[in-house]
């Protein structure tokens, strides 16, 4: 067993208009909602329907935040290009991303809210990108994405969650490689009623609780057991360099 590991987080802030440029003060709400989220102290835990209680999990990782660059751009939006990761496109290149979690804020274009990489990607671009009104839980965080879940569900992926429908669209023969997630059809949105049956799961039904669901911010409330245990594999794996 691992036990606890804290990933030291270095936070860039790329912004062209001034709101962009959000306050040591948002960026802290950032990071308790990680710590909270990631340890499973986060209080909303209380709404998950009893039968997922027992699968719900403390993934025993914490995040320290080390410093916080800011970056002036002309770029107006940013795509998942990875434009924001590079000076050369107008953002701000990533630092020892073997030892570090780099999290850039920017607006980006199209209503996305946030992209990551898996591990075993390049160095370059490594680190994930929440758009700068579903960061933190304060300042430009805009209801439904207001409760900084965005970057809990990016840094899943970069820990090599997948989403938990699978990813083949509505399908039912996609997997997220976890045995304790039902299997589920496609993503779920808003504020779904229990039960939401989907892929022969009755009577339980999807898991849209989960963080690396689709639902809003005031409706994702945990990681599962198989999920943590993955994303240990990948500290101990693909990601080591972060084991101080
Ligand atoms: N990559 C997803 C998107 O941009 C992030 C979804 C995050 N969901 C949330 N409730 N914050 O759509
Ligand atoms: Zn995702
Ligand atoms: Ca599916």
Not at 16 to 37: G, K, M
Not at 57 to 79: G, H, K, P, S
Not at 105 to 110: A, D, E, P, R, T
Not at 219 to 226: H, S
Request: charged fraction near 20%; include cysteine; proline fraction near 7%.
């Amino acid at each position: 067993p691992l036990g606890l590991v804290t990933i030291p987080t270095i936070v860039h802030v790329v912004w062209s208009r001034p709101e962009q440029n959000v306050t040591d003060e948002q960026v802290a709400s950032q990071i308790e909602t990680l710590n909270r989220d990631f340890r499973k102290t986060n209080e909303d835990v209380a709404i998950l329907p009893p039968v997922w209680a027992p699968v719900a999990a403390d993934a025993d990782i914490e995040f320290a935040l080390v410093d916080v660059t800011r970056t002036r751009t002309e770029v107006a939006a940013f795509d998942t290009d990875d434009g924001v990761k590079s000076a050369r496109t107008g953002g701000v290149d990533p630092v020892s991303t073997d030892t570090h979690l780099n999290l850039w804020v920017c607006q980006l274009g199209g209503g996305l809210l946030g992209y990551a990489q898996f591990p075993g990607g390049p160095a370059e671009t490594d680190g994930v990108v929440v758009t700068y009104t579903a960061f933190g839980s304060t300042g430009t965080a805009a209801a439904p994405f207001d409760l900084g879940r965005t970057s809990t569900h990016e840094v899943g992926h970069w820990l090599n969650l997948r989403h938990i429908w699978g990813d083949d669209g509505d399908g039912c023969g996609g997997s997220d490689f976890v045995d304790d997630t039902p299997n589920q059809g496609g993503p779920n949105y808003g504020r779904p009623t229990y039960p939401k049956v989907s892929c022969n799961n009755a009577p339980h039904g999807d898991m849209f609780v989960n963080y690396m669901d689709y639902t809003d911010d005031a409706a994702m409330v945990m990681f599962t057991r198989g999920q943590a245990a993955r994303m240990a594999a990948a500290l101990r794996g693909p990601r080591s360099g972060l084991l101080a």
